[in-house]
């Protein structure tokens, strides 16, 4: 089992910057891939990033077009927490995110199924005003 709990969500003008913690606890595996959805009023649930891992070392990082050159997701090890640094934000990602995590190996080769993930954080609502 694996529990996620989001913060970092709030309110930010078009143009600014927020960052999103992801507080992982439970049991882990050498296949252990993290990442972030979102989901709009009166939209479909849509991947943003994720980062693969291999033992203590980050693997592949992937991001959706919206996002890349904006968006990072990283980690630390120590504080078992996955971030999303949210850069140049516009109207467009106001929504709820939501941290993912999957220690199948099921996500590890397609990171932006969600049916992949068997364990999704509450979310944190993210809203970017014009």
């Known amino acids: 089992q694996v529990q996620l709990v989001e913060s970092g969500g709030g309110l930010v003008q078009a143009g600014g910057s927020l960052r999103l913690s992801c507080a992982a606890s439970?049991?882990?595996?050498?296949?252990?891939?993290m990442g972030w959805f979102r989901q709009a009023p009166g939209k479909e649930r849509e991947f943003v990033a994720a980062i693969r891992r291999s033992g203590w070392n980050d693997g592949s990082l992937d991001y959706a077009d919206s996002v890349k050159g904006r968006f990072t997701i990283s980690r630390d090890n120590a504080k078992n927490t996955v971030y999303l640094q949210m850069n140049s934000l516009n109207p467009e990602d106001t929504a709820v995110y939501r941290c993912v995590a999957d220690t199948s190996g099921s996500a590890y080769t397609a990171p932006r199924d969600r049916i992949r993930y068997a364990y999704w954080g509450p979310g944190t609502q993210v809203t970017v005003s014009s």
């Open positions: 439970g049991r882990t595996s050498s296949r252990y891939v």
